[in-house]
């Protein structure tokens, strides 16, 4: 039989998985943590291939960790106002919409921060992220004002932004 | 506690209520998308975050935090793949859609 070296961000997944584990159960019983070690370790050994790489892992530097949360902290105002945008434009009688769709291209370069702006399109004012394909980006706008707008938008500048500083420490 | 739970739990219901009177009223797949992904995070968010309260601090609040957290994070990614579906299967879009092409506007640096 031979034995295969496991990796890093193998052992890592094991242990996280294994924390939210015991955070889940509460408790701190043999048999619990048996089955615990038993299921992260399934779950890790099993899912190797996609695990994140830690060129995959989005980085979350001292220089950029208050960015982070200023991003994370304006999108959940975003979301609020996205809410709050859909319920008026659904229950006003007259149903005041013009679907489209949008093309555009981002300078944002990290696949992870690709993702990460993709999904906070969809969470965002009237607008919904149909296809990612390397850098150009389809959206679906329930307005004209807003898919107009999206090409441009502010959060984007944000994560480039975020970029630049991860690359100067690089 | 009960006079900001309340207001809470109700706004979270009202929310899903639009998500479903929109997923009646809008006339194609994408902007019934909209509604009910959009009003789904904050109906769920919302009708969760008022059980946090009603919990305290708790290993039952931990739980419920994880939910929130997980639904904000596969939400849009569902949201994403049933819309790419339609977007493939050239699904039928309303009346009067347009389609926008920004994509000389913006340089690429690649």
């Known amino acids: 039989m031979n034995v295969k070296k496991y990796s890093y961000t193998f052992w890592g997944t094991f242990l996280t998985l ?4 015991i955070l889940i159960t509460g408790r701190f019983h043999w048999q619990h943590l048996l089955v615990g070690i038993l299921c992260s370790f399934g779950v890790a050994h099993f899912n190797q291939d996609i695990l994140l790489d830690p060129a995959e892992r989005p980085l979350f530097l001292k220089t950029t960790i208050k960015k982070w949360i200023s991003y994370f902290y304006i999108l959940v105002v975003e979301i609020f106002k996205a809410n709050w ?6 229950l006003n009688p ?5 679907p489209g769709f949008v093309k555009f291209r981002t ?12 999904n906070s399109i969809t969470l965002t004012p009237g607008t919904l992220t149909v296809e990612v394909e390397d850098d150009v980006y389809i959206v679906h706008a329930i307005t004209r004002a807003n898919a107009e707008d999206v090409s441009a938008w502010y959060m984007m500048d944000r994560l480039i932004e975020i970029e630049e500083m991860e690359k100067d420490v690089s | 506690m009960s006079f900001i739970i309340i207001p809470i739990l109700v706004a979270g219901i009202f929310f899903f209520i639009v998500g479903v009177v929109g997923l009646l009223r809008l006339p194609d797949v994408y902007s019934r998308m909209h509604a009910t992904t959009k009003c789904d995070t904050l109906g769920a968010g919302l009708i969760l975050f008022a059980l946090v309260l009603y919990s305290g601090f708790s ?10 957290l997980f639904i904000w994070l596969t939400n849009p990614t569902s ?3 049933i819309a790419r579906a339609a977007y493939r299967n050239k699904i039928k879009v309303c009346e009067g ?3 926008l092409d920004k994509t000389e506007g913006v340089q690429c640096r690649d």
């Open chain 1, 107 to 118: 300078n944002v370069k990290k696949p992870v921060n690709r993702v990460i702006l993709a």
């Open chain 2, 97 to 99: 859609s347009y389609e």
């Open chain 2, 79 to 81: 949201a994403h793949v």
């Open chain 2, 59 to 68: 290993n039952a609040s931990v739980k419920l935090m994880f939910m929130i």
């Open chain 1, 18 to 21: 294994l924390l939210f584990w």
């Open chain 1, 85 to 90: 945008g859909v319920a008026a434009i659904v």
């Open chain 1, 94 to 98: 007259k149903l005041d919409i013009s």
